[in-house]
């Protein structure tokens, strides 16, 4: 039997794939004993993770021994941060779906993950509830409210300069090119009309009652904010198409809306334009009308 070859099925009758299922290797020992010895299978697995060599792997692949009590072994299901036997900090692997960080049981900080991807934490003294931990690099939202005077009128002169006034419901007496000086970078994502009257106007058939809008920004802020209907002083961002008005409005009292991105930088003065008509939009009591104007931003 001892020259017998691995591969002599009469000899080696079965094939293990557990080490731990053989009960002894023979061997000759030169350390802490000397001579002949023996090593059961089991025993080799806990002398190999004991001594596993945690500071010389160059894989990028962090061996874990198991049932030790060093750094770096897992044992009760923890991962051992600290040092040597001692060990206490841990990264815990217990608890589904999150992650524990601390001293040992005795002061865990639990990491979480949210419904909506936000990281959750808590400590050893909320064990029953989370806290949620203030993201970064996030954004805020809010609305901004203005109105656009005597929309369907064809005529532009300076007191009707035919961009949206921000001081609603001043917008009557806001002459000479109403607009918005900027404070901070911002993002337009949404931009939202409503006709505002007792009754909607009747426009004329297309082109002549059509009105476009459009977003920009003064080319120069030092200039005149008055653009004569974006034709001085004025950068056009974004043409918002789906505000168009036309004659497939006429009598009602339109509600429309524009999603897009339509970026500005602090500094800048912000101009939101609409068109004059060809021909006048008419009706009782609206030929003059006013536009309701929100925009949603978004902003660091």
């Known amino acids: 039997m001892a020259n017998a070859k691995i591969s002599d099925t009469s000899v080696f009758l079965n094939t293990i794939t557990d080490i731990t299922q053989i009960d002894g ?3 000759y020992a030169t350390a802490s004993a000397t001579g002949n010895a023996a090593m059961s299978g089991s025993a080799m697995v806990t002398s190999l993770e004991a001594n596993l060599d945690l500071a010389n792997f160059t894989t ?4 874990v021994p198991r049932g030790g009590t060093g750094v770096g072994t897992l044992a009760d299901g923890h991962i051992l941060l600290g040092s040597g036997a001692n060990a206490i900090s841990t990264l815990d692997l217990t608890t589904k779906g999150s992650i524990v960080v601390g001293d040992g049981a005795t ?3 639990a990491l979480g993950v949210g419904a909506n991807g936000d990281v959750l934490t808590a400590d050893s003294a909320e064990a029953s509830g989370l806290k949620w931990a203030t993201p970064s690099g996030g954004t805020s939202k809010g609305i901004i409210n203005g109105a656009a005077d005597e929309v369907g009128a064809s005529s532009t002169a300076v007191s009707n300069p035919k961009q949206v006034s921000w001081s609603y419901p001043t917008v009557s007496s806001s002459a000479y090119g109403p607009c918005m000086a900027v404070p901070i970078d911002m993002t337009i994502t949404n931009i939202s009309i409503k006709w505002q009257n007792t009754n909607g106007p009747t426009i004329p058939a297309d082109p002549a009652g059509v009105v476009d809008w459009s977003i920009g920004k003064l080319t120069n802020t030092s ?6 209907n974006g034709t001085v002083n004025y950068t056009n961002i974004a043409n918002l198409t789906t505000l168009t008005v036309n004659n497939s409005d006429s009598g009602t009292n339109f509600f429309k809306s524009w999603s897009g991105t339509a970026a500005f930088s602090a500094g800048d003065i912000l101009v939101l334009l609409h068109s004059n008509p060809a021909s006048s939009w008419t009706g009782t009591g609206v030929s003059t009308g006013d536009v309701v104007v929100s925009m949603a931003v978004e902003y660091p």
């Open 25 to 27: 290797f023979a061997a």
């Open 60 to 63: 990028g692949i962090l061996p």
């Open 107 to 109: 002061d865990p900080i």
């Open 223 to 228: 200039d005149a904010s008055d653009t004569q």
